[in-house]
Antibody
Framework: EVQLVESGGGLVQPGGSLRLSCAAS????????MTWVRQAPGKGLEWVST????????YYAESAKGRFTISRDNSKRTLYLQMNSLRAEDTALYYC??????????WGQGTLVTVSS | QSALTQPPSASGSPGQSVTISCTGT?????????VSWYQQHPGKVPKLMIS???KRPSGVPDRFSGSKSGNTASLTVSGLQGEDEADYYC?????????FGGGTKLTVL
């Protein structure tokens, strides 16, 4: 059974940093691109970032470029999102999701990030 | 403003069919056959309903179907059931990024 479990969310002040993690199981982790998608309270889905299976390629939404860094440790089957210079508009539920172009067939339950003073 | 345009709401009676549109551009839907549709019930995780324009993942009822013409993709739900009431989001690969629609709230009357 595929499982994706996010952690690392919380309350942070504007300008602060957080590192999100997503522990994966039930599939060949290194064989799949992994993606972060976020959803602000009461709003729609927004793609944030994707990393290829071997970590050679990374992709970012304009809103994340220069502030967020996606990475993965295939030996630990874990996906990360380092978020710096956080803003109020980054407040959202952050989901990790399996795959990229073909659609996201598995999603985690999400971890809530709140940016507020 | 979302990259893909969806109607904010749609509705139909039980047993009827409803189609939700998703309009993009020649940089996303118009170029790539990587359109996906997601169903999200309140407080729940999005669920993939359609991938690659027309493919239904295992376990998705065949009442759900997808299509594409030019820069517009569509999701059709036939034989509406109460459990279909949810938010629906389209997405498309757009060359090194993914774009989502703003979502459509489907109400079963």
């Amino acid at each position: 059974e595929v499982q994706l479990v996010e952690s690392g969310g919380g309350l942070v002040q504007p300008g602060g940093s957080l590192r999100l993690s997503c522990a994966a199981s039930g599939f060949t982790f290194s064989g799949h691109a992994m993606t972060w998608v976020r959803q602000a309270p009461g709003k729609g889905l927004e793609w944030v970032s994707t990393i290829s299976g071997n970590a050679d390629n990374t992709y970012y939404a304009e809103s994340a470029k220069g502030r967020f860094t996606i990475s993965r440790d295939n030996s630990k089957r874990t996906l990360y999102l380092q978020m710096n210079s956080l803003r109020a508009e980054d407040t959202a539920l952050y989901y990790c999701a399996k795959d990229f172009r073909l659609g996201h067939d598995y999603w985690g339950q999400g971890t809530l990030v709140t940016v507020s003073s | 403003q979302s990259a893909l345009t969806q109607p904010p709401s749609a509705s139909g009676s039980p047993g009827q069919s409803v189609t939700i549109s998703c309009t993009g551009t020649s940089s996303d839907i118009g170029t790539y056959n990587y359109v996906s549709w997601y169903q999200q019930h309140p407080g729940k995780v999005p669920k993939l309903m359609i991938s690659e324009v027309t493919k239904r993942p295992s376990g998705v009822p065949d009442r759900f179907s997808g299509s594409k013409s030019g820069n517009t993709a569509s999701l059709t739900v036939s034989g509406l059931q109460g459990e279909d009431e949810a938010d629906y989001y389209c997405s498309s690969y757009a060359g090194g990024r993914v774009v989502f629609g703003g979502g459509t709230k489907l109400t079963v009357l």
